[in-house]
C-alpha cells in the first residue's frame, strides 16, 4: 500500500503561484511513477502531470504547459506541483497519484493507470 497527502492549496489570485505538495508513505516511494490530477465542479477529474520512476520524464496537459512543473523529492517521499501564472480556469481539487506497478519507465495520462491516490487539496483562483 502507498498512502498520500496531498497539502498546499487555498485561495490565489489570477497571475499568482501555489506550490502543491503530496507526502507518501507505505511501499517503496522512489520506485513508482507519480501524477497530479484535478478535479472541477460538474465535471470528469483529468490528468495535468506525471512524473516518472526515475524523474527522467516528465508530461504535462497542453492547459498547463509552461506554467506548472511537477517534481520529486524521493529523500522526502514527496511529489510537488509548481502552479505559476494561475487562472481561475484551474480552480479544481487537485489530486495526487501514484502508478499500480513499480519501475514502470513511461509517464502515465490516464487515471485506470493508477492505484494510489490522496484526498486532494483545494486550489481556488479568483479573476
Known amino acids: 500500500q502507498v498512502q498520500l497527502v496531498e497539502s498546499g492549496g487555498g485561495l490565489v489570485q489570477a497571475g499568482g503561484s501555489l506550490r502543491l505538495s503530496c507526502a507518501a508513505s507505505?511501499?517503496?516511494?522512489?520506485?513508482?511513477?507519480l501524477g497530479w490530477f484535478r478535479q472541477a465542479p460538474g465535471k470528469e477529474r483529468e490528468f495535468v502531470a506525471a512524473?516518472?520512476?526515475?524523474?527522467?520524464?516528465?508530461h504535462y496537459a497542453d492547459s498547463v504547459k509552461g506554467r506548472f512543473t511537477i517534481s520529486r523529492d524521493n529523500a522526502k517521499n514527496t511529489v510537488y506541483l509548481q502552479m505559476n501564472s494561475l487562472k481561475p480556469e484551474d480552480t479544481a481539487v487537485y489530486y495526487c497519484?501514484?502508478?499500480?506497478?513499480?519501475?514502470?519507465?513511461?509517464?502515465?495520462?490516464?487515471?485506470?493507470?493508477?492505484?494510489?491516490w490522496g484526498q486532494g487539496t483545494q486550489v481556488t483562483v479568483s479573476s
Open positions: 512524473i516518472t520512476w526515475s524523474g527522467m520524464s516528465t
Open positions: 497519484a501514484a502508478d499500480r506497478r513499480p519501475f514502470r519507465e513511461v509517464v502515465l495520462t490516464t487515471r485506470g493507470e493508477y492505484g494510489y
Open positions: 507505505g511501499r517503496t516511494f522512489s520506485n513508482y511513477g
